[in-house]
C-alpha cells in the first residue's frame, strides 16, 4: 500500500464537491492529472472510492467510510505543519525552567512577566528546585535548561556563568557578629553552624572556603529546608 497525501488531498476535494472539474479547479491542477491521482490511491487501496458517471461522481461505500479518516488525516497533518511554523517562528511553545528558590523568587519572576508580554504563545513551566535537582531536571529533559549553582563540571552539561550570587549569614538578635561591617570565616567558628543538607550547593561552596582556609566544618545541625535553619537560628542553637 502505497499512496501520496496529494492523493488524499485529491480525494477530498471530489467527495466534498461532488465533480472532477470543481475539485481540479479548487486545487488548481488540470482534471485529468486529477483523475490520474485518484486511480493511484485506488489501486493502492485495491478499492474503488468512486463511482463516476457522465453527469455526475458519488461515493461508493467503502468511499463514505473512508472520507471522514482522510479529513482527520489531513486536518492532524495540517495542524503539525502550523505549529511547527509557529514554533520555528517562536510564537508557540512550552518552556520548562529549573531553577534555585532564591533564583525563582527574587530574579525570575519580572524576567518572565516581561518575557510573557513579548511571547504570549510560549508556555513558561518554572521548577523551583535545590541545586541537585535543578541539575538533575536538565539532566533527564525534564527541564530545556537551569539555573543553579555547581562546584563540579558535569560532560553532560554545558555551564555557563551568568551571575554571582552572595551568601548571607543569619544569626539571632544579639548575636557577636551582629555590629560587623564584615564577616570572614574565622569569625564564625566560635558559634555553633546550621547548614544546609548537601543536596544544596551551599552546602558545597561552604565546606570548600572552610577547606581553603585548612579547616573543616563540622554542622551543629542539618536543615534540609530553609524555613527549618531559620527555626533553629531563632531558637538560638546556632548560626546559618
Do not use: C, W
Not at 461515493?59 to 488525516?73: A, I, K, N, S, Y
Not at 574565622?186 to 565546606?207: A, G, Q
Not at 579547616?215 to 536543615?223: G, N, T
Amino acid at each position: 500500500m502505497n499512496f501520496t497525501l496529494r492523493e488524499l488531498e485529491a480525494f477530498l476535494g471530489v467527495a466534498r464537491l461532488g465533480s472532477f472539474t470543481r475539485a481540479a479547479r479548487s486545487l488548481n491542477m488540470s482534471q485529468p492529472a486529477l483523475t490520474v491521482r485518484i486511480r493511484h490511491l485506488e489501486e493502492a487501496l485495491g478499492v474503488r472510492l468512486l463511482d463516476r458517471t457522465t453527469r455526475s461522481v458519488t461515493l461508493t461505500q467503502v468511499g463514505r467510510e473512508f472520507l471522514p479518516v482522510v479529513e482527520r488525516v489531513i486536518g492532524e497533518i495540517t495542524a503539525v505543519a502550523v505549529n511547527a511554523r509557529e514554533l520555528v517562528g517562536k510564537r508557540r511553545g512550552l518552556v520548562t525552567v529549573a531553577a534555585l528558590p532564591s533564583i525563582a523568587s527574587k530574579l525570575l519572576p519580572e524576567m518572565l512577566a516581561a518575557f510573557k508580554a513579548q511571547h504570549p504563545g510560549i508556555t513558561v513551566r518554572l521548577r523551583d528546585a535545590v541545586a541537585q535537582r535543578v541539575i538533575t531536571y536538565v539532566k533527564s529533559g525534564e527541564a530545556d535548561f537551569g539555573i543553579g549553582s555547581t562546584t563540579k563540571l558535569d560532560a553532560e552539561l554545558r555551564i555557563s556563568h551568568l551571575m554571582d550570587d552572595p551568601v548571607s549569614v543569619a544569626f539571632p538578635p544579639g548575636h557577636p557578629l551582629e555590629d560587623r561591617d564584615g564577616i570572614g570565616l574565622n569569625d564564625l567558628l566560635p558559634s555553633p553552624l546550621i547548614l544546609m543538607d548537601h543536596e544544596y550547593s551551599v552546602r558545597d561552596l561552604i565546606e570548600q572556603a572552610f577547606h581553603s582556609i585548612g579547616r573543616m566544618v563540622v554542622p551543629a545541625y542539618e536543615a534540609s529546608y530553609v524555613p527549618t535553619a531559620l527555626g533553629l537560628v531563632k531558637a538560638g542553637l546556632g548560626i546559618a
